[in-house]
Nanobody, 122 residues
Framework: QVQLVESGGGLVQPGGSLRLSCAAS????????MGWYRQAPGKQRELVAV???????NYAESVKGRFTISRDNAKNTVYLQMNSLKPEDTAVYYC????????????????WGQGTQVTVSS
């Protein structure tokens, strides 16, 4: 059973930066896809960015140019560098992973972390 542990959330002022990390444990195999979704209060969970082990990446339009996803495949770890943060980026950010391809729009991945809160406020 794969377990995902996120870290790096917190409170940041508008225009600031944060880096989220997510480490997967419980698998000796390379995980095919890892990434991030977020859910703001009163809203549905939405894609932020996902990355395959082969380097294919999907970003939400709202974060393109500001967020960067990266992976350490050998460690089954994924990162999300968030720059130029806006108040509308405030949400709980969830790490996700799967051994198989899934449609990022559907977000039906097999494994999910507990989430880490990101708050952008002055």
């Amino acid at each position: 059973q794969v377990q995902l542990v996120e870290s790096g959330g917190g409170l940041v002022q508008p225009g600031g930066s944060l880096r989220l990390s997510c480490a997967a444990s419980g698998s000796s195999f390379e995980i095919y896809v890892m990434g991030w979704y977020r859910q703001a209060p009163g809203k549905q969970r939405e894609l932020v960015a996902v990355s395959t082990s082969g380097g294919s990446i999907n970003y939400a339009e709202s974060v393109k140019g500001r967020f960067t996803i990266s992976r350490d495949n050998a460690k089954n770890t994924v990162y999300l560098q968030m720059n130029s943060l806006k108040p509308e980026d405030t949400a709980v950010y969830y790490c996700t992973a799967d051994f198989h391809y899934r449609n990022p729009a559907a977000g039906e991945y097999a494994y999910w972390g507990q989430g880490t809160q990101v708050t952008v406020s002055s």
